[in-house]
């Protein structure tokens, strides 16, 4: 009698999840952002979002048809996920060409040369940021004002170049402005509490865990304390000054949506705290010192390529070791 007993390979645990539910949440928590957004600058914001996601989603479609085998992996949502976060990363003003060049860039170079989802190293929506910014650093830093916009002070530049370039103080760009995206920025990047609804969301369908969002942020926050304190602030500013750097720029949008990929953040939850703590320090550096004035995308990007070095020496303990 043959043996019926067949013994695979661990995980054997059995999960409701699957990759299309998890990427359908994902695109579901950003749709808040996606229409403060477009009420923030207008029609446009739904068109570039659509061009960058059927772009994406074509690309993946063409690289897999003539020049990868397997099976087609558009119905998991991941080149959707891709496409959206990408037109996140870009202003409203950006020409349609610019986002076609992104998404290939996303899709064929960050993401099907490593073999699809799950075996990229880097995120493939910032590496498309990434390389726009560099090559095209007039169109991608060129942001229209809002429509209810308050700021006169700003003249199109997003709240954290105006203050690094002196044309306004942080403690000059209210909250109530970054919560709800009454400044110029990126499409993903202006409205605060729509960010932070989709978190919880998120939270709430188990897809991320808390543990390199908040870490990511209070490692920001502690950061430009430390250096507030250090020149000299008193009083509001204190506190001003890190509340200013979590809410402005892709500060969410980042630790939120983007250094919480699977693909890309470690595995374990020590190690995705050490990830996060690196990308919190990274990023300060970047906006306090560096030539850019925000600096969320290269400092996931910096620490997606140490991920492989965390997980080898960050482990959890083998099963049945004391």
Same mark, same amino acid.
């Given at each position: 009698?043959?043996?019926?007993?067949?013994?695979? *390979? $661990?995980?054997?645990?059995?999960? !409701?999840? %699957?990759? =299309?539910?998890?990427?359908?949440? &994902?695109?579901?928590? +950003?749709?808040?952002?996606?229409?403060?957004?477009?009420?923030?600058?207008?029609?446009?914001?739904?068109?570039?979002?659509?061009?960058?996601?059927?772009?994406?989603?074509?690309?993946?479609?063409?690289?897999?048809?003539?020049?990868?085998?397997?099976?087609?992996?558009?119905?998991?949502?991941?080149?959707?996920?891709?496409?959206?976060?990408?037109?996140?990363?870009?202003?409203?003003?950006?020409?349609?060409?610019?986002?076609?060049?992104?998404?290939?860039?996303?899709?064929?170079?960050?993401?099907?040369?490593?073999?699809?989802?799950?075996?990229?190293?880097?995120?493939?929506?910032?590496?498309?940021?990434?390389?726009?910014?560099?090559?095209?650093?007039?169109?991608?830093?060129?942001?229209?004002? *809002? $429509?209810?916009?308050?700021?006169? !002070?700003? %003249?199109? =530049?997003?709240?954290?170049?105006? &203050?690094?370039?002196? +044309?306004?103080?942080?403690?000059?760009?209210?909250?109530?402005?970054?919560?709800?995206?009454?400044?110029?920025?990126?499409?993903?990047?202006?409205?605060?509490?729509?960010?932070?609804?989709?978190?919880?969301?998120?939270?709430?369908?188990?897809?991320?865990?808390?543990?390199?969002?908040?870490?990511?942020?209070?490692?920001?926050?502690?950061?430009?304390?430390?250096?507030?304190?250090?020149?000299?602030?008193?009083?509001?500013?204190?506190?001003?000054?890190?509340?200013?750097?979590?809410?402005?720029?892709?500060?969410?949008?980042?630790?939120?949506?983007?250094?919480?990929?699977?693909?890309?953040?470690?595995?374990?939850?020590?190690?995705?705290?050490?990830?996060?703590?690196?990308?919190?320090?990274?990023?300060?550096?970047?906006?306090?010192?560096?030539?850019?004035?925000?600096?969320?995308?290269?400092?996931?990007?910096?620490?997606?390529?140490?991920?492989?070095?965390?997980?080898?020496?960050?482990?959890?303990?083998?099963?049945?070791?004391?």
């Amino acid at each position: 009698m043959a043996n019926k007993f067949i013994v695979s *390979p $661990a995980p054997h645990v059995q999960s !409701a999840q %699957s990759t =299309a539910r998890i990427m359908r949440d &994902v695109v579901i928590a +950003l749709i808040p952002a996606l229409i403060v957004s477009t009420v923030v600058f207008g029609a446009n914001v739904l068109w570039i979002t659509a061009l960058s996601v059927f772009c994406c989603m074509l690309f993946e479609y063409l690289i897999q048809r003539f020049l990868c085998e397997g099976a087609n992996t558009l119905p998991n949502f991941s080149a959707v996920v891709t496409g959206v976060l990408l037109a996140f990363n870009l202003p409203a003003s950006i020409p349609w060409w610019i986002v076609v060049i992104g998404a290939f860039v996303a899709i064929a170079v960050a993401k099907m040369t490593f073999g699809g989802l799950g075996k990229n190293p880097f995120n493939p929506a910032l590496v498309g940021r990434v390389f726009l910014l560099i090559a095209y650093p007039v169109q991608m830093t060129s942001f229209p004002m *809002p $429509a209810n916009g308050s700021f006169d !002070a700003l %003249s199109g =530049a997003t709240a954290l170049a105006a &203050v690094k370039h002196k +044309l306004a103080a942080a403690d000059a760009v209210g909250v109530q402005d970054l919560l709800l995206g009454n400044m110029p920025g990126s499409l993903g990047e202006v409205a605060a509490a729509a960010l932070l609804l989709g978190f919880v969301y998120l939270l709430w369908r188990k897809v991320i865990t808390w543990h390199i969002p908040v870490t990511i942020l209070a490692t920001m926050a502690v950061f430009a304390f430390v250096v507030a304190l250090s020149r000299g602030d008193e009083g509001a500013m204190l506190w001003q000054f890190p509340l200013f750097h979590v809410l402005a720029g892709g500060a969410l949008l980042g630790a939120i949506f983007m250094a919480t990929d699977y693909s890309t953040s470690p595995m374990t939850v020590k190690g995705g705290v050490i990830f996060a703590v690196g990308i919190g320090v990274i990023t300060m550096c970047i906006r306090l010192w560096g030539a850019y004035p925000e600096g969320m995308s290269f400092a996931i990007l910096v620490m997606n390529a140490v991920v492989p070095l965390i997980n080898k020496y960050v482990k959890p303990k083998r099963f049945g070791l004391k």
